[in-house]
């Protein structure tokens, strides 16, 4: 497959990865095989949980694949003030102007998601729509802890 001069090169990105199956993974890597020894013509980006590396791409039949990839990066958790400063980012992008959380509120988020933003993003999202049901305009911690217990499916608080 030659490349048209000044054409862009051709990339294929795929999300949620760490679900895909054992036929799947092969496809990729014959994908990936494809005029391997000269010049690749497309790049392949993966992208999917810590399961994808830890639980598939280590494993022996799958080496083929891991002697191709060319990077691999892992988000680390947020630190406390990481969730802070990723909390306010988003509540100023949904325009709100004021004082929501309270700092032990943020304190809570922050344990109980481990700062995974994700997590964070989730217990928020609750705690704003049970602030709405409670009508009040400040979540402090008890609020939070709250949600953790009665709305959020597979979590437990320490």
């Avoid at 000044?6 to 679900?19: E, I």
């Avoid at 305009?137 to 953790?148: C, G, P």
Wanted: hydrophobic residues 40%.
């Amino acid at each position: 497959m030659k490349q048209a001069p000044g054409a862009c090169p051709k990339a294929c990105l795929s999300t949620v990865c760490h679900l895909l199956d054992k036929e799947m993974l092969k496809e990729f890597r014959f994908m990936l095989n494809y005029e391997f020894d000269s010049q690749s013509p497309m790049a392949l980006v993966l992208v999917g949980q810590t399961e994808l590396w830890d639980d598939k791409l280590r494993l022996q039949r799958y080496s083929a694949i891991r002697q191709r990839i060319d990077m691999y990066c892992t988000l680390t958790p947020l630190d406390r003030s990481e969730c802070e400063a990723f909390m306010n980012k988003h509540l100023a992008y949904a325009g709100c102007t004021q004082d929501t959380f309270t700092m032990t509120a943020i304190d809570k988020v922050f344990q109980i998601s481990g700062g995974i933003p994700r997590m964070i993003h989730r217990i928020c999202e609750k705690s704003l729509m049970y602030a709405f049901q409670k009508q009040s305009r400040l979540i402090d911690d008890r609020m939070v802890s709250y949600v953790a217990e009665h709305e959020m499916l597979a979590h437990t608080i320490d």
